[in-house]
């Protein structure tokens, strides 16, 4: 790639003591679009004209976004064009089992029960441990 002098020197404006640079927007516009022609990677691009690959990747990405609006609706505070990536998650708010649960039983050796006024967590105890009897239907194989 061949570096275009008068870019070079249009580029910084002006170096701080502390290192950072302030460039010149122009400039800065024909080097995004220098490294978005294809004519050389966007790293070689940087180290041609002695700009740090990442920052010339963050000028090429708010380039991209300048020119697709999003960056503008930001500003003015209206929700982007593009959906999260999330899913929000709502919970549903736990009601109490009030209602009273009637469970008729008749087991495979023939014995019945008939158990009345359970709670929605008893029925979730006494199941497992129902199933797990040696006459239950479940553990035959």
């Given at each position: 790639m061949v570096r275009n002098e008068d870019l070079a020197r249009r580029l910084v404006v002006r170096r701080g003591a502390n290192g950072n640079c302030t460039y010149d927007e122009s400039a800065k516009r024909e080097l995004i679009e220098l490294g978005q022609s294809g004519v050389a990677s966007v790293a070689k691009v940087a180290q041609t004209y002695g700009v740090?690959?990442?920052q010339l990747h963050n000028w090429i990405a708010l380039y991209r976004e300048e020119r697709t609006g999003s960056a503008v609706a930001r500003l003015r505070g209206a929700p982007e064009s593009q959906s999260s990536p999330?899913?929000?998650?709502?919970?549903a708010p736990i009601v109490p089992a009030t209602q009273e649960i009637k469970l008729d039983i008749t087991f495979a050796n023939g014995i019945q029960a008939d158990l009345g006024g359970l709670s929605r967590d008893d029925?979730?105890?006494?199941?497992p441990m129902l199933a797990s009897?040696?006459?239950?239907a479940s553990t035959r194989r």
């Amino acid at each position: 790639m061949v570096r275009n002098e008068d870019l070079a020197r249009r580029l910084v404006v002006r170096r701080g003591a502390n290192g950072n640079c302030t460039y010149d927007e122009s400039a800065k516009r024909e080097l995004i679009e220098l490294g978005q022609s294809g004519v050389a990677s966007v790293a070689k691009v940087a180290q041609t004209y002695g700009v740090n690959p990442n920052q010339l990747h963050n000028w090429i990405a708010l380039y991209r976004e300048e020119r697709t609006g999003s960056a503008v609706a930001r500003l003015r505070g209206a929700p982007e064009s593009q959906s999260s990536p999330f899913i929000p998650v709502v919970a549903a708010p736990i009601v109490p089992a009030t209602q009273e649960i009637k469970l008729d039983i008749t087991f495979a050796n023939g014995i019945q029960a008939d158990l009345g006024g359970l709670s929605r967590d008893d029925v979730l105890i006494l199941l497992p441990m129902l199933a797990s009897l040696p006459c239950s239907a479940s553990t035959r194989r």
